[in-house]
């Protein structure tokens, strides 16, 4: 069971604090969404172009699973995993923190390049929607809310080391 699981919208930080967390947790670091790109040999970009959102939510779902129930140290989720039903059924009885972050600081960090596929078309738009419509899953799936605004990645690590009673 991962001492940790991290979600939040893109640019939240989830892939560079996980990291930061987890050496100060002394455990380990999994990012779902790099281990369907290791498994598939491609992108999470070019799964959707090529296969479509539906296929890649399959694959995330499923590396989802498997993480929660084999990966012991600190769990990064893409943005949109905790939206899935079963995903958000799974995340119940973890530790989840949300990283919560506004347009600006997430435009900062992301760029919203194209790598980013949901967020191509009209990216602060499109973001603003994503967030609108998954907030309420990332708050009911959360124990902890950690705001990120403004904040370096080890100020936030070392906030969420102190919650799950890690050194901080």
């Known amino acids: 069971m991962p001492r940790v699981v991290l979600v939040g919208p893109p640019g939240s930080g989830k892939t560079s604090t996980g990291q930061a967390l987890a050496a100060l947790l002394g455990v380990g670091f999994h990012d779902t969404d790099a281990a369907v790109e290791a498994a598939q040999g491609r992108s999470v970009s070019d799964i959707f172009v090529v296969d479509g959102e539906?296929?890649?939510?399959?694959?995330?779902r499923a590396e989802v699973a498997r993480a929660l129930?084999?990966?012991?140290?600190?769990?990064a989720l893409g943005g949109g995993a905790p939206v899935d039903?079963?995903?958000e059924a799974a995340l119940r009885g973890?530790?989840?923190v949300f990283l919560d972050v506004g347009i600006a600081d997430a435009a900062k960090r992301v760029g919203f390049?194209?790598?980013r596929p949901l967020l191509s078309v009209n990216p602060r738009a499109s973001w603003v929607r994503l967030m609108d419509e998954r907030r309420?899953?990332?708050?009911?799936?959360?124990?902890h809310v950690v705001d990120t605004a403004g904040r370096s990645v080890d100020e936030v690590a070392s906030e969420i080391a102190a919650l799950v009673g890690g050194r901080a």
Request: charged share 30%.
């Open 113 to 115: 390049d194209r790598s």
């Open 85 to 87: 039903p079963g995903t």
């Open 69 to 75: 129930a084999e990966e012991d140290g600190v769990l």
């Open 54 to 60: 539906p296929a890649f939510r399959e694959l995330e």
């Open 136 to 143: 309420a899953v990332y708050e009911r799936v959360s124990t």
């Open 94 to 96: 973890h530790t989840v």
